[in-house]
């Protein structure tokens, strides 16, 4: 966990000292180019097969829709505005938390497992998470979506265990060597420019994610029967913080609701650290 906060950390120094960081074209460079070639070539190594993949991806799916459907029903009953706050409740920050730490934690094939999780929450992102803030849906979005065809290419090289050739593996090495670091910069970036407001609704919305959380966690494990490293990998990816990406979408078509959503977003982001230590510990 110490060397993830310690590259966060550095992202919030930046922002403290005002040096020029764009956050978009970072953003657009780790969706497009980073996540990508990660997927290839982590995955086309053949930590997990296909089977596995798969059907991992199906247990990370079922995980956001319950998130969605328990999200839904305490909005409601919190009388909060499903438009600003129900993609935050439904979509994890498994990619700029969860991929350092279960590379830390379980290895290749945990970060393996943890990338079909990266996979439907950043197509979730790019989809209901920007649709329902927007109110209205978009097919395009996710048809021009890079990581997509990512991983169909993936599931191809590892249906017929056909290897890149080796420049372009190398390539696709260094390029998705990038992304993580990237990421855990632009995050603690993100977080330091954040405009908070409403800190107890923070709390309250933070307190009742990780209960969520615990719950499907624990259903979907059972459901699915994981162990070992399968199990570990997803708990931790659904016991990740609100993801931050989720904000811009909640301030471009919801700015009067934005201070609330990043009052979410950070208290989430802190309480993980204290979520995930009782994890590392007791669970995975």
Not at 34 to 55: C, M
Not at 172 to 192: E, H, K, R, S
Not at 214 to 219: F, H, Q, R
Request: glycine share 8%; charged share 5%.
């Amino acid at each position: 966990m110490l060397p993830v906060l310690v590259c966060a950390a550095i992202g919030y120094g930046l922002a403290l000292a005002k040096i020029p960081f764009d956050k978009n074209t970072i953003s657009g460079l780790v969706t497009n180019v980073g996540y990508p070639t990660l997927i290839i070539s982590h995955l086309s190594k053949r930590h997990v097969n296909v089977a596995e993949f798969l059907d991992f991806m199906l247990a990370a799916a079922l995980a956001v829709i319950c998130f969605g459907v328990i999200g839904f029903v305490v909005l409601k009953f919190m009388r909060l505005p499903v438009r600003a706050f129900l993609s935050p409740m439904m979509l994890n920050n498994v990619g700029n938390v969860g991929l350092p730490i279960s590379l830390l934690a379980l290895g290749g094939a945990g970060m393996s497992f943890t990338m079909a999780y990266v996979v439907v929450v950043v197509i979730g992102i790019f989809t209901v998470g920007m649709w329902i803030p927007m109110g209205r849906f978009s097919l395009r979005d996710l048809l021009t979506s890079p990581i997509i065809y990512s991983v169909i290419l993936t599931l191809v090289l590892m249906s017929t265990h056909y290897e890149l050739p080796k420049a372009v593996g190398q390539a696709f090495d260094i390029l998705g060597g990038m992304t993580i670091p990237l990421m855990l910069l632009t995050l603690g970036y993100t977080l330091a420019t954040l405009k908070f407001s409403t800190l107890w609704l923070g709390l309250a919305l933070s307190l009742i994610h990780v209960a969520m959380a615990a719950a499907v966690a624990a259903g979907v494990v059972w459901l699915f029967g994981f162990t070992g490293v399968q199990k570990g990998a997803f708990v931790i990816g659904t016991l990740m913080p609100v993801s931050v990406a989720t904000y811009l979408f909640v301030e471009r078509y919801v700015p009067e609701h934005a201070g609330a959503v990043a009052s979410f977003i950070l208290v989430s982001t802190l309480l993980t650290v204290l979520v995930l230590t009782v994890t590392l510990t007791v669970w995975v």
